[in-house]
């Protein structure tokens, strides 16, 4: 495991590279006690992916890496570009897994690479250049992506088949990247341990009706962007993390036809989630409470 950052780069010195499996790489950074990379103001960044962990992933065979989302800056993203040229890796393909500030952040980094999307994504990027513009910090220039799909679509890295399936969970255009030959999936945003975070609240039925697509591939390991990093560096969650997903957004769900004075609304996290903790496929992490709090928080103002 290489936990080396380049010096200069000083937004990079807590990212880890883990070698979770001997065909993959997972760039891991956050989750670090009393840190934020950008200062006490309130910014995406921070009070986002790196209090929460995030890790992107690159699939490689000889020369060819396949990166799945660019990550949270481009520093990170020309740190990831070192660690694989270093390794024989310099045929790069970018895939982006959701339009999310947190997912295509580097993507300027990548701009010579076949950049590949679902084309919703390509639709809400388009949308929220000038807003990622004025985001704190700023995503500009926004690379966009120059090759897109729309449900289903097969790759090849190297030896190795990669499958990119459409998603609709957390955020309609979300896009998972499957590897056959072990069952492997990398999930982007559709879960997160311990709990999803609501992006679009007037879909949690339709992101619950997705889970069952997950299912349907019959993975052995998971590997979501936003988890524990003793999880993702050991090879990943089992498929019990779809199931307390389910069951957190099904409480959630239920929120729908819950007075405004229901005891519900106030419980903490664990006790709201007592299901889906139950599983024994997540673990508490406590910044999930505030995520928590808001997931709460849009589903009253949906109603």
Request: hydrophobic content about 50%.
């Amino acid at each position: 495991m290489e936990r080396k950052a380049n010096p200069m780069d000083p937004l990079t010195e807590t990212l880890r590279v883990l070698r979770p499996y001997p065909h993959l790489y997972a760039f891991y950074d956050g989750r670090v006690p009393g840190r934020r990379l950008l200062g006490p103001a309130p910014n995406w960044l921070d009070d986002g992916a790196f209090e929460l962990g995030i890790a992107t992933y690159a699939i490689v065979d000889g020369d060819e890496a396949l990166v799945y989302d660019a990550h949270i800056s481009l520093a990170h993203a020309t740190r990831i570009r070192e660690v694989l040229a270093a390794a024989g890796h310099t045929r790069l393909t970018l895939v982006i897994s959701h339009w999310h500030e947190d997912h295509v952040a580097g993507n300027a980094v990548f701009a010579d690479c076949p950049i590949i999307a679902h084309a919703l994504t390509a639709e809400r990027l388009e949308a929220n250049k000038a807003a990622f513009a004025a985001a704190q910090p700023p995503i500009a220039p926004l690379v966009m992506p120059n090759r897109l799909f729309k449900d289903r679509l097969a790759l090849k890295v190297g030896r190795i088949e990669v499958e990119l399936h459409h998603a609709d969970i957390h955020s309609l255009d979300g896009v998972v990247v499957f590897v056959p030959k072990d069952r492997l999936l990398l999930a982007g945003d559709t879960l997160e341990d311990p709990i999803t975070y609501v992006a679009e609240p007037d879909r949690l039925a339709v992101h619950r009706a997705a889970l069952t697509g997950l299912d349907a591939l019959a993975p052995s390991r998971i590997l979501p962007n936003h988890g524990a990093l003793a999880m993702i560096e050991t090879g990943g969650y089992e498929t019990g993390l779809i199931q307390a997903t389910r069951l957190y957004l099904d409480r959630l769900i239920g929120l729908a036809e819950a007075a405004a004075d229901d005891p519900l609304w106030e419980l903490p996290l664990q006790d709201f989630a007592a299901d889906a903790f139950a599983t024994g496929a997540i673990t508490y992490f406590a910044p999930y409470e505030m995520v928590h709090r808001r997931n709460l928080k849009v589903i009253a103002a949906a109603r």
